[in-house]
């Protein structure tokens, strides 16, 4: 079994990237170091703070990622355990890679792997 490197990502959806912005930075302190019309990112503490526009590809809710050595690997010891695959790993760019799966009652949770 290999253990994760804990939560270190969480994508916040919003339906206003730009008001979003402008709470998450006063939130936060720091401005943004990725901004784009699809995702706002944040970086401190050793956290990535995501936010992702509401929509058929974004969460419901704030979505937290696991970070992995080996994301096929952990992806086939939780659907052994009983969770099921919601999208498989993807490249997002840079060599990262995601994938959200759903645990018995309905969670989804992500994982993250950087190359």
Do not use: C
């Not at 339906?15 to 019309?37: H, M, N």
């Not at 509401?54 to 939780?78: M, N, R």
């Amino acid at each position: 079994m290999s253990a994760t490197q804990g939560i270190k990502t969480v994508l916040h959806p919003v339906s206003d990237l730009v008001k979003a912005t402008e709470l998450y930075a006063a939130l936060l302190g720091i401005r943004p170091q990725v901004e784009s019309a699809y995702y706002v990112g944040f970086e401190t503490a050793g956290q990535q703070i995501g936010l992702v526009p509401k929509g058929s590809q974004s969460p419901e809710g704030p979505l937290a990622y696991w970070h992995v050595d080996d994301i096929e690997a952990k992806l086939a010891e939780v659907t052994a355990a009983g969770a099921t695959v919601k999208d498989a790993p993807k490249d997002v760019g840079g060599g990262r890679l995601v994938a959200e799966f759903t645990d018995q009652d309905g969670n989804v949770l992500g994982l993250v792997q950087d190359k």
